[in-house]
């Protein structure tokens, strides 16, 4: 069998002890920790740029489009955008995780985090902070890591940094929202052309795929799935197969042996080193190959204001893997798209706004923000339902109970090595609440209203599912996770949308009011939910706007 694992330890080889008091890590879904390589916990590498050899921006530049971000929509817009012959410039804050690190791989492990893990943090802060009663999180030296755990007032947001955006760090779930929801999501675009057109333009650009039925039935590490779905459908809840772009073939290949494991391995949260088929392989590959295209990682755009010529100037600074500034270069475009993610481009606007640099922009720029209503939750299961010591990082299957109840269930992984008899969800729900974004001046930042407490309807939408499949099965909730006796992970979304939404702050196709030339193209233009995971449905957005903008604006 391939053994690819850097001490020859399979996951299987935690032992309990080391299990319970070692650190755990999570997934749109969870992981438990062994040792991090002695060498690579204790040190960072010296606070460099290792893309500095890669062509950057160079101070005074123009460029006729400049992308901020390399997520899903600022990925869509520079292929799109050099296919029709524009050059463009990416600036992305993040790593390009394209270099291997001492240990050969170019991501850290799950069970293992380490320098490259977290985004400029001295400390983990794992989506499951405990396990078993214990705290699991452990020091890490600081980093321009991959995973940011963004503290915003009564909500942790978790993003991916680095070329890729969330594609580096996420699930690979790419599910299309039901149709007869849509009208929900984005109230302003007809459904028609989303789901005859971009939709599966997203998706194949995406390299969507399903797990084969046959395989999934027999394979160990999809146990845990195939306990969910039977505790699912004796209460009578339907359970569908969810896509992803994790590459199926792959994954049975790793089950097999044949090839290093990923999934299998754990690998996810802080980066998948084979399987995944992240934007780094898809969307950016294509962009880059078309010779028009130009990212320049570790560049951060901290400002965007008119310039004569109907061109902007763009402020950008350059990052060392400190996270400290090591050069600031103002440079121009004709075009700016902006493509930071939810956050990151609801924060950049108002600050933007409420300074003077974009004064023009309309009151709805920081509104409309929600969390996708993400709640987590586990459930002890008896000893009869293991649900297997290994498990595939990557879900495949979920429990749609939107129409009933207001909630869609991702069946997720607790890949711990160990038999754990939990079963772990991510509930997507119609969680209401839309918070703010405002400047405050006094703080000099950018502040998000969001209140914990508003994460109750979507704990009461969740319970609509495992309150009534624990009364069948006999079992309770695991309340060692999230805290002391604590059942819901109500404290944090992977799924942050809105900010800057469509045909309000923005018309219907993402131009921002009062500034031609300036674009919002990612997660902002969602207004809170899209029912199912998001990213299918960013893409397919910017899919729409993108061609729009391309056919009327050039
Ligand atoms: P995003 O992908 O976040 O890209 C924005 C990029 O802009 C990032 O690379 C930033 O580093 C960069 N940036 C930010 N500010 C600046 C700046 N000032 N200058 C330069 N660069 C900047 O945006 N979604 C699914 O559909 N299925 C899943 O299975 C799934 N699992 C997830 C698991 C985890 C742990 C997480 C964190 C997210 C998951 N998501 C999942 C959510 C998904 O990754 C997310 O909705 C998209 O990545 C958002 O795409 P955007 O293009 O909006």
């Not at 963004?150 to 070329?163: A, D, K, S, W």
């Not at 390299?207 to 046959?214: A, I, S």
Request: charged content about 20%; hydrophobic content about 40%; some cysteine.
């Amino acid at each position: 069998m391939y053994d690819d694992s850097p001490r020859g330890a399979r996951p299987g080889g935690v032992s309990r002890r080391r299990f319970i008091a070692g650190t755990g890590s999570v997934l749109g879904s969870a992981a438990l920790a062994g040792q991090a390589p002695p060498a690579l916990a204790a040190t960072a590498p010296e606070a460099t740029a290792p893309e500095a050899a890669a062509a950057v921006i160079e101070p005074g530049a123009h460029v006729p489009a400049l992308v901020i971000g390399t997520g899903y929509g600022g990925s869509v817009a520079a292929l799109r955008l050099a296919q029709a012959g524009v050059d463009v410039h990416m600036a992305e804050m993040g790593m390009a995780w394209d270099t291997p690190g001492p240990d050969g791989r170019i991501f850290a492990n799950t069970t293992s985090p380490d320098y490259r893990s977290y985004w400029l943090r001295t400390r983990t802060k794992q989506p499951l902070s405990n396990f078993l009663g214990f705290p699991i999180d452990r020091d890490v030296p600081r980093h321009t890591g991959i995973l940011d755990a963004e503290e915003m007032g009564g909500i942790i947001v978790y993003q991916g940094r680095g070329v890729g955006g969330g594609s580096l760090v996420n699930g690979g779930m790419a599910v299309t929202p039901r149709r007869e929801n849509f009208g929900a999501v984005l109230p302003s675009v007809a459904p028609d052309e989303m789901y005859s057109v971009y939709y599966p333009r997203a998706n194949q650009g995406l390299g969507v795929g399903t797990v084969d039925p046959d395989w999934f039935e027999t394979a160990d590490c999809y146990q845990y799935a195939r306990v969910g779905r039977k505790h699912a459908q004796r209460s009578g809840f339907p359970f569908v197969f969810v896509p992803d772009v994790y590459d199926w073939d792959y994954m049975e290949q790793e089950a097999a042996g044949t090839v290093p494991r990923s999934a299998l391995a754990g690998e996810i949260l802080y980066g998948n080193n084979h399987g995944k088929k992240s934007l780094q392989k898809t969307y950016l590959a294509r962009a880059k190959a078309t010779g028009r295209v130009v990212v320049s990682a570790l560049h951060k755009v901290t400002s965007v204001t008119p310039a004569a010529g109907s061109r902007y100037t763009v402020v950008i600074d350059q990052l060392d893997t400190t996270g400290a500034t090591t050069a600031t270069k103002t440079v121009t475009a004709d075009r700016v798209f902006f493509a930071a993610g939810s956050v990151g481009t609801s924060k950049l606007l108002v600050r933007l706004k409420a300074t003077g640099a974009l004064p023009g922009l309309n009151a709805e720029v920081g509104r409309g923000w929600g969390d996708n209503g993400n709640v987590m939750c586990g459930r002890a299961n008896h000893l009869w339902d293991p649900t297997g010591a290994l498990q595939s990082a990557i879900p495949c299957c979920g429990i749609d109970n939107w129409a009933a109840g207001g909630a869609f269930a991702e069946v997720a992984p607790l890949p711990t090595g160990i038999e754990t008899y939990a079963s772990f969800y991510l509930s997507i729900t119609r969680n209401p609440h839309r918070a703010r974004f405002s400047w405050n001046a006094a703080a000099g930042k950018v502040d998000l209203d969001w209140q914990t407490a508003w994460k109750q309807p979507s704990v009461d939408m969740a319970r609509t599912i495992f309150d009534e499949i624990n009364a069948k099965e006999g079992t309770i909730y695991r309340t060692d996770l999230f805290g002391t006796y604590k059942i819901w992970g109500d404290h944090l979304t992977y799924h942050p949308l809105g900010g800057a939404v469509l045909n309000r702050a923005t018309d219907n196709h993402g131009r921002l009011h009062g500034y031609p030339g300036l674009y919002v193209i990612d997660g902002a233009l969602i207004p809170g939910n899209t029912t199912v995971n998001p990213f299918v449905t960013i893409t397919a957005l910017a899919e729409r706007n993108i061609e729009a903008i391309i056919a009327a604006d050039l």
